[in-house]
């Protein structure tokens, strides 16, 4: 296979949506093609580094504080969830 | 199949079903408006936004309808309308992870790489990379085909890649 359709083939390779026989020749087609090999590194280090990112934690304070947002809205909103202990007992400044 | 019972729940103006469906959902939705807009105050308002309008708009759902892009595309107006009322600058500021320093650093820069990203690109990168969606879905959700889905997609690793740069080759 020529080194032009291997090229078009990184993007490919970087997300792994290539057959595997395919990935083993380009493997083999970057021993001896510095550019293409550094292209094919560089790009799946990307896309991995992008899909390993665990991202923002969801924590028990914002799924309350989104919850208080919704009723505040006047939203009645049911889940399994315990509500905070701030809100299971009323307190005597609550009237 | 809870999806589908709570969906039916809510067309039967059930109250517990927006919970069901804000317990299942809310955490996916909130990591993807966090990814948006960049800062946790404003994913919270977004999220609540979001389930709100599930809520409001629950006569257009149709039972055979796919309600998790339906959901993702009620999030993404929200958080493009936010971004035009008030041009966020500001990075993620609770970014932490447990690995070695150089991946601590890649994880900030992975998040202000992707935030420097147009939202041409950005979009498909958080849906089909960070979310784990399909290039179908991530289409349908965006509204374009799923050949421009993938220039997008493709387009934006390597516009990530180079933003990325110095960083990545010290875990190379």
Redesign the interface.
């Known amino acids: 296979m020529n080194r032009e359709l291997y090229t078009k083939l990184v ?1 490919l390779y ?2 792994y949506e290539l057959p595997a026989e395919l990935e083993d020749e380009m493997i083999v087609a970057a021993g001896n093609d510095p550019a293409l090999a550094s292209d094919m ?3 799946r ?3 991995d ?3 390993n ?6 924590t028990e304070e ?2 309350q ?3 208080m ?2 009723y505040a ?1 006047g ?7 315990p509500s905070p202990t701030h809100l299971q007992y009323q307190l005597p400044i609550q009237g | 199949m809870a999806e589908k019972r709570w969906l039916h729940a809510l067309a039967k103006g059930d ?2 079903a ?3 469906l ?2 299942i959902y ?2 996916r939705i ?2 993807y408006a ?2 948006m807009l960049g800062n ?1 105050s404003d ?3 977004a ?2 936004e979001t ?2 309008r599930v ?1 409001r708009r629950s006569n257009e759902l149709r039972a055979d309808a796919a309600f998790r892009t339906w959901l993702f595309r009620i999030a993404r107006n929200l958080c493009i309308d936010r971004m035009r009322q008030h041009r966020l600058l500001e990075l ?1 500021n ?4 447990n690995g070695t320093e150089e991946r601590t650093a ?2 900030i820069t ?2 202000q790489a ?1 935030s420097d990203l147009p939202a041409d690109y950005r979009e498909p ?1 958080i849906l089909c ?2 979310e784990d969606i399909s290039a179908k879905e991530a289409a349908d959700i965006l509204k374009i085909s799923v050949p421009a889905l993938k220039s997008r ?2 387009r934006g ?2 516009a ?2 180079d933003k ?1 740069g110095g960083a ?1 080759e010290k ?2």
């Open positions: 993007d970087a997300g590194l560089t790009l280090a990307a896309v580094a992008l899909q990112d665990q991202g923002p934690s969801f914002s799924f504080r989104i919850l947002k919704l809205r939203v009645d909103l049911h889940t399994k969830a | 109250p517990a927006l919970g069901g804000y317990e809310g955490e909130f990591r966090f990814r946790r994913a919270e308002d999220t609540a389930f709100l809520l993620p609770d970014a932490h992870d890649l994880k992975v998040q992707l990168l990379d960070l997609l493709y690793r390597r990530l890649r990325l990545l875990v190379l």
